[in-house]
């Protein structure tokens, strides 16, 4: 199994030093924290995932502590900065996905949505206009349809993490559905502080190999 070319959108559980675009936060780094084992980027559930699909990895697009939706921690607004559909915008301004080929997108947020409790919203699947996307489900809706018209022809697989939101999960769930595509919804991840462990991310890259089948 190839996914090919690959393109991950994700947050904190994504991050490593120095394997994301420049400017971006990032919470693993081979320095380390005191609340986690992770010190390498083999730690990572992505790397491990990429080496074992013969794979190749276009970009990491994943900023620590960013929201779906343009609602961060304490309402602050980043529809300008980290959240995915900003930097899915810029991507697509930038010529990105003219200039390189992507097989399969792998999403992997949501977490910080959770936590920050950004307005959930419901599900909309069209005519959203910018208000809506600072609200989790009808923002996932537009990151998932610009993605799927973006790509037409990539595999694109959201990643539901645990312990989020019931309200998040089942919706992120149902648009799934709608746009015909499979998440991969996670399920006993070992973590410590709200983040994966080595044994997490091996969790994650396992479950994420047993759903692609």
Not at 115 to 140: H, I, Q
């Amino acid at each position: 199994m190839s996914l090919k070319n690959v393109l991950i959108f994700g947050d904190s559980y994504s991050t490593f030093e120095g394997y994301i675009p420049e400017g971006y936060a990032t919470y693993y780094s081979s320095l380390g924290r005191e609340e986690t084992d992770v010190r390498a980027v083999e730690d990572t559930w992505w790397n491990p995932l990429i080496n074992e699909t013969d794979s190749k990895l276009i970009q990491n697009n994943s900023w620590s502590g960013s929201t779906i939706c343009h609602t961060g921690y304490n309402g602050s607004d980043c529809s300008e900065t980290s959240s995915f559909i900003c930097r899915l915008n810029k991507l697509q301004d930038a010529g990105f996905f003219k200039e390189n080929e992507i097989n399969t997108v792998f999403v992997f947020g949501g977490t910080n949505d959770s936590w920050a409790n950004s307005p959930v919203g419901e599900l909309k699947y069209s005519n959203l206009e910018k208000a809506d996307l600072f609200s989790v489900l009808p923002a996932f809706c537009y990151f998932i349809n610009e993605l799927k018209s973006t790509l037409p022809n990539a595999d694109i697989i959201p990643i539901i993490n645990t312990e989020l939101k019931c309200e998040i999960e089942e919706g992120f769930k149902s648009a799934c559905a709608n746009y015909g595509i499979k998440p991969v919804v996670l399920q006993n991840i070992d973590k410590r502080c709200g983040h994966p462990t080595i044994k997490g991310m091996e969790q994650i890259k396992n479950q994420i190999i047993d759903s692609l089948g």
